[in-house]
C-alpha cells in the first residue's frame, strides 16, 4: 500500500517557523521525486518545492525561495520542508507527493494534507 503522510503544521506567528515531515510507505524515496504543494481555500494549488532522486536537484517557487528548504532522510524514508520566515499568506493546506520517474514532473501519488496558519 503506498502512502504519504504530512506532519508538523499548525498554528505560527509571522515570521516563525515549522518544519513539515512527508512519511512515505509502500516505496522509497530514491526512486522518486517528491514535491510540496499548498492551496489555499479558493485558490489554485501551487508547486512550492521538489526534489529529484534522480539527480538530487530541488526547486523552489520563487514566493518561497529562500525562507523553505527541502530535503530528504533516505533511512527513514521522509522528505521535510522547513518553512521560515512565514508570512500571512504562506496559510494554506500543504500536501506533499511523488513522481515515479525520480523527476519533478507530473505527481502520480498524494497525501492527504497539513493545515498551516500563519497569523498577523
Known amino acids: 500500500e503506498v502512502q504519504l503522510v504530512e506532519s508538523g503544521g499548525g498554528l505560527v506567528q509571522a515570521g516563525g517557523s515549522l518544519r513539515l515531515s512527508c512519511a512515505a510507505s509502500?516505496?522509497?524515496?530514491?526512486?522518486?521525486?517528491i514535491g510540496w504543494f499548498r492551496q489555499a481555500p479558493g485558490k489554485e494549488r501551487e508547486g512550492v518545492s521538489c526534489?529529484?532522486?534522480?539527480?538530487?536537484?530541488?526547486y523552489y517557487a520563487d514566493s518561497v525561495k529562500g525562507r523553505f528548504t527541502i530535503s530528504s532522510d533516505n533511512a527513514k524514508n521522509t522528505v521535510y520542508l522547513q518553512m521560515n520566515s512565514l508570512k500571512p499568506e504562506d496559510t494554506a493546506v500543504y500536501y506533499c507527493?511523488?513522481?515515479?520517474?525520480?523527476?519533478?514532473?507530473?505527481?502520480?501519488?498524494w497525501g492527504q494534507g497539513t493545515q498551516v496558519t500563519v497569523s498577523s
Open positions: 507527493a511523488a513522481e515515479f520517474q525520480g523527476w519533478c514532473g507530473p505527481m502520480d501519488y
Open positions: 509502500g516505496f522509497t524515496f530514491d526512486d522518486y521525486a
Open positions: 526534489i529529484s532522486s534522480s539527480d538530487g536537484s530541488t
